[in-house]
């Protein structure tokens, strides 16, 4: 009963703890991981066995949060991969989250239209 076999990888998880976790994890031993982004975010390797990440707590590092997306959708993926993010309206979570949109489109402007840097001229 319950919600399933769960693993805990934050802060708080030690270095050695970690690595079982995620193979844990990888092998089927268990259902679901919780990640902070920041403690997951890079050189984090062995999650690409999930399709779907759901974030229920929003920071404004955008680094660490396309950093964390990226432990699924990686090398070795079989499957369409998903991200959520659980937010109620009105509240700081929502600012964070437009905040991020509006980073990933400043970044797609500028790789898509490198010229507009330089005021539109050649």
């Known amino acids: ?9 934050d802060g708080r998880t030690k270095a050695k703890d970690r690595d079982e976790q995620v193979r844990a994890f990888g ?7 919780i990640l ?7 050189g ?23 950093q964390s997306e990226g432990r699924i959708y990686r090398r070795g993926q079989l499957h369409s991969t ?3 993010s659980l ?5 700081v979570d929502t600012l964070i989250l437009n905040n991020m949109e509006e980073k990933a489109n400043l970044g797609r402007m500028i790789i898509e239209h490198p010229v507009m840097l330089n005021g539109g001229l050649e």
């Open 44 to 66: 984090l390797d062995g999650l690409q066995c999930a399709s779907t990440a759901f974030y229920y707590s929003h920071g404004y590092n955008y680094e660490h949060r396309k």
């Open 87 to 91: 937010c109620v309206p009105g509240t």
């Open 82 to 84: 998903y991200y959520g």
């Open 36 to 42: 902070n982004p920041g403690a997951g975010s890079t």
């Open 1 to 9: 009963s319950g919600i399933g076999r769960v693993g805990v990888y």
């Open 27 to 33: 092998q089927g031993d268990l259902d679901y991981m």
